[in-house]
């Protein structure tokens, strides 16, 4: 379904809204982006091994109430809510010159598009991990 895309002001009311999922979330693998040199860290040092792979499922459906929440109070108040189609965010994305063993997840839509007007812009990522999320 097509739908028409218009957003002239940040400040008038909000009409409708994509409201993301957390299902199939995992923690972003490590790659090129996400090895900062912080002094005292101790994921850094190696002292605590980053989280990898899956989320826990309490976890996920914890973020997933509290996203059916806000989509209800959205609506009470008049606003047309859309939900992104599930996605299993654990699979692997393989591109030519990378690869990473599993993706992120879809809660937070706006980090990767904008829209002025009514053109949509996708925003480069530099986590390879939430290259194909839009």
Not at 43 to 49: R, W
Request: proline share 10%.
């Amino acid at each position: 379904m097509f739908r028409k895309v218009n957003a002239y002001t940040q400040w008038g009311k909000l009409k409708r809204c994509v409201v993301g999922n957390a299902d199939f979330a995992a923690f972003q693998p490590k790659q090129p982006s996400t090895s900062p040199t912080i002094n005292g860290d101790p994921h850094m040092a190696g002292l605590i091994p980053w989280p990898t792979g899956p989320k826990l499922q309490s976890t996920i459906d914890g973020a997933n109430e509290q996203l059916e929440d806000l989509t209800r109070l959205l609506q009470s108040q008049g606003v047309e809510t859309y939900r992104p189609h599930t996605v299993d965010w654990t699979k692997p994305i393989h591109m030519p010159e990378w690869s990473v063993p599993n993706q992120y997840c879809s809660v937070c839509p706006r980090d990767v598009m904008i829209t002025v007007g009514n053109i949509m812009i996708e925003a480069p990522v530099s986590r390879r991990d939430r290259f194909l999320e839009y």
